[in-house]
């Protein structure tokens, strides 16, 4: 496709954020994502790029769309239900101090949590980006760069995301 070659350095960034954003419950990295998403397009039996759709939007969302089947097989492959949500036993905050039976549940119990934030926001891309760039301490910049949004635009997917945890997982006033 010779649509790929004309990205640029800029469109590459965007993509390897946008991965990174999309990646964690997956079991890929950003980048493989990133990769998976641009040999599906280039197979023959594979994703089309239509010819109003500018390349770089086009990756972004087949990387959504493969990561979102991505979570959907780890869900129906978990043998814990996702709504499972217990407490991590007393001492987690210090990793070393757990067994790894308790290990292994902690990192379940995320990769569910994780997944369950994901589907909240899995129609509202831009909160989703915050959740995700909050994970992964990006700076508010980051996150606008990676959705392409203003400030007032971050502004009000970052309250959209406060109300929506607030509603779901209970909490105090935090702002």
Not at 36 to 62: F, H, M, Q, S
Not at 141 to 158: G, N, P, V
Request: charged share 30%; net charge negative; proline share 4%.
């Amino acid at each position: 496709m010779a649509a790929l070659e004309e990205l640029t350095d800029a469109d590459l960034l965007r993509l390897r954020k946008k991965a990174a954003l999309y990646a964690p419950g997956t079991g890929l990295g950003g980048d493989d994502l990133l990769q998976e998403a641009i040999l599906r397009t280039l197979e023959a039996e594979g994703r089309n790029c239509p010819e109003d759709v500018p390349v770089a939007v086009y990756l972004g969302n087949a990387m959504r769309s493969i990561a979102d089947g991505e979570r959907d097989k780890y869900a129906r492959q978990s043998s814990i239900p996702v709504d499972d949500y217990d407490n991590l036993p007393d001492g987690a905050a210090d990793i070393h101090s757990l067994s790894a039976e308790e290990v292994v549940s902690a990192q379940d119990q995320l990769g569910r949590t994780i997944y369950r934030l994901e589907t909240l926001f899995a129609d509202d891309p831009p909160a989703l980006a915050i959740v995700i760039g909050d994970m992964e301490e990006w700076s508010a910049t980051e996150i606008k760069e990676a959705e392409s949004m203003d400030d007032k635009e971050y502004a009000t997917a970052r309250r959209r995301v406060r109300r929506t945890i607030e509603r779901e997982f209970g909490g105090g006033n935090q702002s």
